[in-house]
């Protein structure tokens, strides 16, 4: 059964809750995790696409949109609104407003919110979803 760690910012800002998703990102790269980001819809992973590239100067991470088509190689992060291949269900990095229907393999999942109304009240629907589910909640706040 996964577990689930939710991040809470204390800013209301987009832009900061991105860029703490990026670093998380790139944690996670670093120890040789290969994760899946879902997002929204094709604009919110083009910016995370955008961001991963640029948010730290000398960072480099590997990755691509996810379009349906597999990669040709697998250590590269994917960053998409379908949902997660197989071979990167492991770890998912939920950015987008949705539950993420995580799979059997499902170990990790990583939501990031903002202090805005709109990304909480989204992010503690899903929180209920994961209780009903049986899986373990940390919670991890003054960021």
């Known amino acids: 059964m996964a577990e689930v760690s939710f991040y809470i910012l204390p800013t209301e ?3 900061d809750r991105y860029l703490f998703a ?3 990102i790139e944690k996670a790269y670093r120890s040789g995790c290969f994760c899946y980001v ?3 819809d094709d604009e919110q992973s083009q910016l995370i ?3 991963l590239w640029t948010f730290r100067a000398g960072s480099f991470i590997p990755h691509q949109i996810y379009t349906g088509d597999l990669p040709n190689i ?3 992060i994917l960053i998409g609104s379908l949902t997660a291949p197989e071979p990167w269900q492991h770890t998912l990095f939920n950015l987008s407003a949705h ?3 995580p799979g059997p393999q499902t170990e990790r999942i990583l939501e990031i919110l903002d202090n805005s109304e709109t990304t909480k009240v989204a992010g503690r629907d899903r929180y209920r979803q994961y209780q ?3 899986m373990t909640i ?3 706040k003054d960021w």
């Open 38 to 40: 879902m997002t929204d």
């Open 74 to 76: 697998e250590k590269v």
């Open 99 to 101: 539950y993420p229907d």
């Open 132 to 134: 009903k589910s049986g």
């Open 13 to 15: 800002s987009l832009q």
């Open 22 to 24: 990026c670093k998380l």
């Open 138 to 140: 940390t919670t991890h």
């Open 49 to 51: 696409d955008d961001l």
